[in-house]
C-alpha cells in the first residue's frame, strides 16, 4: 500500500465528502466540492477519482458475485456534441460501451439516448454497430426503443436511440408488488416486441431485467440491442461471444452463447424465459450459481428448478408458488430448455402459450408427452375392463338398467320391469329426501335381499333375478362377501326350483364374475367351466353361452392369459353369429390390453356397427359401445377424434339417465381422459372430481365406478396446481381397496403406481421410488413386462430418474419401455 | 474432505444446539469452521501455489458440507453466511500474512480473486484488503462491514440485507460507496 501514505484524518474526509458528494447531481455536486474544497486540488481530484469509480460501478450492483462485461472506463464526454445532439450526462454502459442522455442542439426539445462505441472495442465493435443501426432502422414496435440517428464522429461511431423515461423492469414489478397475471401481460408484451424483431430476422440475444424499461404507463421497453445478430436465413449467425469474449449476462445467457453455439430465435426464448423466472420467482436461474464458472457449469448439467419450487425456495410463499405451478412451471421450462431445438421453437410461440396462461386456455408446454399417453393407456383400459362387467347388469339408486337381457327375449324384459318396479319401491320407501339421509345403497341392498320373500315370494324367477341384480350390485359396490351370499341364494333357489340349464348357466356366468372380480380367479375359472360344459350339453342356448364363454375370457384376461381369452372369444363370436356385439367388444377389451390397439379398434368398431343395426342410437349397450370403441381411437393417439364421440355418449346417457346416474357420470369420466389426452388437464380435473364425488354420493365410496373416476382424477390432477389433491385421493383408493380386498395384486400395484406417478410429479421422489418401483416388480410378475400398467410403471419411473439426474437409472428403464404396437 | 464422519456427527450437535439459542455451540461451531475454513484455503495454495484464493467457493463448500447435515431454514443460512465470511475473512487473513512473513513461503502474496470487488477475474492482495477493511471501519463501520461480507462471504445484496436487518437500498448505497473506495484504494500506485 504505497499509496497510503496520507494522513488518516485527510483520508476520512475524502472518504465522508465522497459519500456525500454521491448524493448530489449536477450544480449541486459542483457547488458542494467548491465549497468543500476550494483551493485543495489533490482533494477535489480525490473525491472526483472515488466518484467516477462509485458511478462507474453502479451498473454492476446486482446480486451476487455475476458481473457481466467489463466497464471500460474513460474520460466524461459530458457537454460534447455528437451529430446534433449534446451529451447532458452518462445514464448506463453496456457491453459496447456508455450511454449517455442527450439534448438536441437545434433547439427541438427532444431528449435522446446517445450510446458511444468504447475506444477498447472500437474495431471490432464499430461493425457490429453498423449492423445494429441498419436492424433498429427497420424495427418499430411500441416495445422497443426506437432508432433515432448514427454517425461516426472523431473516430468513434454513436447510436442515438429513443430515450425511454422507466424504470428497470424488475423494480417497476417489486414496486407496485405486480401480481403473476400482470407480470405475465408485461412479458406477452415484450415477446411480442422480440417476435417483430425475429420477424426482420433480428436476434436481441442479450435479454435480461438491465435491458428492458417500464414507463409509467406501464409499456415496456426493450432497450440495447448491443449484441444483436443479424441473421440469415440459409445459415445462422455465429456468436458474437466468440470473439468478444464475455459480452453476456450469465443469469440470462443461454447454453449456446456460452458454449460458442449458433444463436437464433431460441437464445431470445431463452433470455425472455429467464427473465420471467426472475421476475415471476424473484430468483434468477440457477440461483446458486454464484460465479460465471458455476453458471456455466450448472447451464451444461442441470435443467432448472421447477419456478415454483423456486418461489417457495426462495421465500416467497405457498400462495405465490401456487401461482407458479403447472401451467408456468411447464412455460418457463419449455422456454429454459437448455437444448435450443427443445424450446419453443418462437418468441411467437412462448407469447401465445403465455396468453393461454391469461386466458385459462390449455397450454402448449403441457401437451400429452409419452409419459402422459401410457398414464391414458392403463386408465382407458382399467376401466374398458370394467365395462365389461357392466355389460351384464347395471343398477343403480332410482332405477335399473338391464343390458343384455332386455333385448334377448320377452321374458327378460319383463323380469326387468318387474325388477325395476321392486327396486323403485324399495327406494320409495327409503327416499333420502325424506329425512333419512344416512341410508346407503348397501343398506338398501341388504334390505332388499331380506324383502325379497315376502314381497315376491310367489314368483322364485323374479326374486332369483333380483337377487343376482343384488349380487351385481354388491359386487360393484365391492361387497365381495355379501354378493357371494346372494348370489349362492340366487343359485340354490334356480336350482331349487328347477330352473332350465341357460337360467342356471347365465346365474353361473354372474358368480364366475363375481369370483373373478374377488381375485378367487381359479374358482372363477371352475364354476365357468362347469356352467359352459352344461351349456354345451343343451341346444338352442347359444346366448347363454356366449355370455359365459365371454366371461371365461375374461377370468382367463385377469390372469395373464390372453391367448386363451382370445380363443373363448373368437369362439363366441361365431356362436353369436353376429347378433351383440358383445364378444367383439369383449375381444377389444382383451386386445386393448395387450396394447394391440389397431386390432381393438376393428372389433369395437365391429361391435357398434352391429348394434347399431338393430338399436336405436341412444340406447344404453349402444353408447357403452360407442364409449369403447371411442376409447379405442384414444389408445391410436386419436384423442381429437374420440372426444366428440365420447361427448355424445355423455350427453345421451345423462338424457336417458339424468344427469347424476352413475353411468352418467363414468361416461363424463371418458370425456374427461381424451381432454387429459389433448393436454387439458385443468378441465379433466374438474370433470373428475366432480364425477368421482357425485359417485360417491351415488353409490359409495366402494363402487367401483368411484375408485376407477378418483384415479383418473389423481392422474389428471397431478399435472395441474392440485396435484397434492391427486396424491391425496390416489392414496384413499388405496386405502379402501386396500380394506375390501387386502391382499397386494396387480390391481393394487396399478394404484401404487399412481400414486408413484403423483409424488414423482410432486418431486417426492424418494418416497415415489420405492412405490413404484414395487408396483413396477409385481406387475411385471404378475401380468408380465408388456402389460400396459407394467410399461406405465416403467415409463414414469425412466422420466423421474431422468428429472433425478440418475441417467443410467433412466436407461436402465427405458430400455424396458416396448414400442406401442 | 477433511471431516470425518465422527466430526459430522459433532458439527450435527452444534448446529442443532445452535439452531435451539446455545452461544456456546455457536462458539465451538466457528472455531470448527475457522478450522476448516483455514484448511480449504491451505490445500488450495498448496496445490496451485500462485493460485489466488475464491473466498466465496471457501464459505460456499464449508456451507454445503454442513447443509448436508442439516437442512438449514433459510433464516438460519443468512446468518451462517455471515458469521462464515468473518471466519474467513479472519482465516484468510491470517493464512496471508503467516505466508508474507515466513521465508519458507518466499513472502508470495496471497490473493483473492471472485471477490465482488471490479471485475471477476481480478485479484487482491488479501492483506491489503483486509488492512483497508480495518480503516474502513473507522469511518464507515457499516460499509466496511458490507463489504467484508460480499468480499469474504460472497453474500448477495439480499443476504447481506437479510443478516444485517436493514432494506436493500441501504446495502445497495453503502456497498457502492465502500467498493469504490476499497477499489481506488487497491488501484493506487
Redesign the interface.
Known amino acids: 500500500m504505497s499509496g497510503a501514505v496520507d494522513d488518516s484524518d485527510r483520508r476520512a474526509t475524502t472518504y465522508r465528502l465522497f459519500a456525500e458528494a454521491l448524493d448530489l447531481l449536477g450544480d449541486a455536486r459542483e457547488r458542494f466540492l467548491e465549497e468543500h474544497c476550494r483551493a485543495d486540488a489533490q482533494l477535489r481530484a480525490e473525491v472526483v477519482a472515488l466518484l467516477e469509480i462509485a458511478e462507474a460501478g453502479r451498473g454492476g450492483v446486482e446480486t451476487g458475485a455475476l458481473a457481466g462485461a467489463a466497464p471500460q472506463r474513460e474520460p466524461s464526454q459530458t457537454g460534447k456534441i455528437f451529430g446534433r445532439f449534446r451529451l447532458r450526462e452518462q445514464i448506463g454502459e453496456g457491453g459496447m460501451g456508455v450511454v449517455y442522455l442527450a439534448e438536441r442542439t437545434d433547439g427541438v426539445q427532444q431528449l435522446v439516448a446517445v450510446k458511444l462505441v468504447s475506444t477498447l472495442l472500437a474495431t471490432a465493435a464499430q461493425h457490429r454497430l453498423e449492423r445494429e443501426v441498419r436492424i433498429l432502422a427497420r424495427l418499430e414496435h411500441a416495445s422497443v426503443a426506437r432508432l433515432i440517428d448514427a454517425g461516426v464522429e472523431g473516430g468513434r461511431a454513436w447510436v442515438a436511440i429513443e430515450y425511454v423515461r422507466g424504470e428497470r423492469i424488475d423494480a417497476y414489478c417489486a414496486a407496485r408488488n405486480l401480481s403473476t397475471p400482470g407480470i405475465v401481460r408485461l412479458l406477452v408484451q415484450l415477446s411480442a416486441a422480440v417476435s417483430a424483431a425475429h420477424a426482420l430476422l433480428v436476434v436481441h440475444s442479450d435479454i435480461k431485467p438491465a435491458n428492458v424499461l417500464v414507463t409509467a404507463e406501464g409499456l415496456p421497453k426493450l432497450i440495447d440491442f448491443g449484441i444483436a445478430t443479424a441473421l440469415r436465413e440459409s445459415e445462422p449467425a455465429r456468436a458474437a461471444t466468440v470473439e468478444i469474449g464475455r459480452l453476456f449476462s450469465p443469469n440470462y445467457a443461454a447454453l449456446e452463447q456460452l458454449s460458442g453455439g449458433a444463436i437464433t430465435v431460441a437464445t431470445d426464448v431463452f433470455g425472455l424465459g429467464a427473465l420471467a423466472y426472475r421476475l415471476l420467482t424473484g430468483a434468477p436461474i440457477y440461483r446458486e450459481a454464484n460465479s460465471p464458472v458455476a453458471y456455466l457449469m450448472a447451464v451444461n448439467q442441470r435443467d432448472v428448478e421447477a419456478p415454483s419450487r423456486a418461489a417457495l425456495a426462495g421465500g416467497r410463499g405457498e400462495s405465490a408458488a401456487r401461482a407458479l405451478r403447472g401451467d408456468l412451471d411447464a412455460i418457463l421450462c419449455k422456454a429454459l430448455e437448455r437444448e435450443p431445438n427443445r424450446r419453443y421453437a418462437s418468441a411467437a410461440d412462448f407469447q401465445a402459450d403465455l396468453q393461454r396462461y391469461l386466458d385459462g386456455r390449455p397450454v402448449t408446454a403441457r401437451a400429452p408427452s409419452i409419459r402422459y399417453r401410457a398414464v391414458k393407456f392403463a386408465r382407458r383400459n382399467a376401466l374398458a375392463v370394467g365395462l365389461a362387467g357392466l355389460l351384464s347388469v347395471s343398477v343403480v339408486a332410482g332405477g335399473v338398467t338391464v343390458w343384455l337381457q332386455s333385448r334377448s327375449t320377452a321374458l327378460a324384459r319383463d323380469m326387468a320391469a318387474r325388477r325395476g318396479e321392486f327396486l323403485e319401491s324399495m327406494l320409495k320407501s327409503a327416499n333420502p329426501r325424506e329425512g333419512k339421509r344416512d341410508i346407503t345403497v348397501a343398506e338398501l341392498l341388504d334390505a332388499a335381499a331380506r324383502g325379497l320373500d315376502e314381497k315376491l315370494g310367489a314368483e322364485p324367477l323374479v326374486e332369483a333375478s333380483l337377487l343376482g341384480l343384488i349380487a351385481d350390485t354388491n359386487t360393484e359396490l365391492g361387497r365381495y362377501p355379501e354378493a357371494l351370499a346372494t348370489s349362492d341364494r340366487q343359485l340354490a333357489l334356480l336350482r331349487r326350483e328347477g330352473a332350465s340349464a341357460r337360467d342356471l348357466a347365465l346365474a353361473m356366468a354372474d358368480r364366475g364374475d363375481l369370483l373373478s372380480r374377488a381375485n378367487r380367479y381359479d374358482e372363477a375359472e371352475t364354476t365357468l367351466k362347469a356352467a359352459i360344459a352344461d351349456l354345451r350339453r343343451q341346444s338352442g342356448e347359444k346366448p347363454a353361452l356366449v355370455q359365459t364363454l365371454s366371461s371365461l375370457a375374461g377370468v382367463y384376461a385377469n390372469t395373464n392369459r390372453n391367448p386363451a381369452a382370445e380363443t373363448a372369444l373368437a369362439e363366441a363370436i361365431v356362436l353369436d353369429q353376429q347378433r351383440t356385439g358383445f364378444p367383439q367388444q369383449q375381444l377389444a377389451v382383451v386386445l386393448g390390453n395387450e396394447g394391440r390397439y389397431a386390432e381393438s379398434a376393428t372389433f369395437a368398431r365391429a361391435a357398434l356397427d352391429l348394434e347399431r343395426k338393430y338399436l336405436p342410437a341412444d340406447n344404453p349397450t349402444v353408447l357403452i359401445t360407442q364409449s369403447n370403441y371411442a376409447m379405442t381411437l384414444a389408445n391410436l393417439h386419436r384423442p381429437a377424434e374420440a372426444l366428440p364421440l365420447q361427448r355424445e355418449v355423455a350427453d345421451a346417457t345423462a338424457r336417458v339417465l339424468g344427469p347424476d346416474h352413475p353411468d352418467t357420470l363414468l361416461m363424463q369420466a371418458h370425456v374427461a381422459e381424451d381432454l387429459f389426452d389433448l393436454g387439458r388437464f385443468a378441465e379433466a380435473a374438474t370433470i373428475e372430481h366432480h364425477a368421482a364425488e357425485s359417485l360417491d354420493r351415488a353409490v359409495g365410496e366402494n363402487h367401483r365406478y368411484a375408485r376407477g373416476v378418483w384415479i383418473g382424477y389423481a392422474m389428471a390432477a397431478c399435472n395441474t396446481d392440485d396435484a397434492p389433491a391427486g396424491l391425496a385421493a390416489a392414496k384413499r383408493v388405496a386405502d379402501i381397496r386396500a380394506r375390501i380386498l387386502p391382499e397386494i395384486d396387480w390391481q393394487t400395484a396399478t394404484i401404487h403406481g399412481v400414486i408413484g406417478l403423483c409424488l414423482a410429479h410432486l418431486k417426492r421422489f424418494a418416497e415415489a421410488e420405492p412405490m413404484l418401483l414395487q408396483a413396477s416388480a409385481i406387475l411385471e410378475a404378475s401380468r408380465g413386462a408388456n402389460f400396459y400398467q407394467t410399461q406405465l410403471a416403467y415409463t414414469t419411473l425412466r422420466d423421474m430418474y431422468a428429472a433425478m439426474g440418475r441417467s443410467a437409472d433412466a436407461a436402465v428403464f427405458g430400455g424396458k419401455i416396448e414400442k406401442v404396437k | 474432505m477433511i471431516e470425518s464422519t465422527s466430526a459430522d456427527v459433532l458439527l450435527q450437535g452444534l448446529l442443532e444446539r445452535w439452531s435451539q439459542g446455545d452461544r456456546d455451540a455457536l462458539d465451538q461451531l466457528l472455531t470448527h469452521l475457522y478450522r476448516d475454513i483455514h484448511a480449504i484455503a491451505v490445500r488450495q495454495l498448496n496445490q496451485e501455489r500462485h493460485s489466488s484464493l475464491?473466498p466465496?467457493?471457501l464459505v460456499?463448500e464449508a456451507y454445503l458440507r454442513l447443509a448436508a447435515l442439516r437442512e438449514m431454514r433459510?433464516q438460519d443460512r443468512t446468518h451462517f453466511l455471515s458469521m462464515a465470511a468473518r471466519v474467513s475473512r479472519q482465516a484468510l487473513t491470517d493464512e496471508a500474512r503467516r505466508r508474507r512473513a515466513s521465508k519458507r513461503d518466499g513472502g508470495d502474496p496471497v490473493t483473492l480473486s471472485?471477490?465482488?470487488l471490479g471485475?471477476?477475474d481480478q485479484t487482491h492482495d488479501a492483506v491489503?484488503v483486509d488492512?483497508?477493511l480495518t480503516?474502513?471501519e473507522?469511518?464507515?463501520p457499516l460499509a466496511a462491514e458490507i463489504v467484508s461480507l460480499r468480499v469474504f462471504g460472497?453474500l448477495?445484496?439480499?443476504e447481506v440485507a437479510s443478516a444485517k436487518e436493514i432494506s436493500v437500498a441501504t446495502v445497495?448505497r453503502r456497498?457502492?460507496?465502500g467498493?469504490?473506495?476499497l477499489?481506488?484504494?487497491l488501484t493506487?500506485?
Open positions: 475464491r466465496t467457493a460456499h433459510l471472485d471477490t465482488n471485475e471477476p491489503d488492512d483497508l480503516e474502513l473507522r469511518f464507515d460472497g448477495s445484496i439480499e445497495n456497498w457502492a460507496i467498493k469504490a473506495w477499489t481506488r484504494e493506487r500506485e
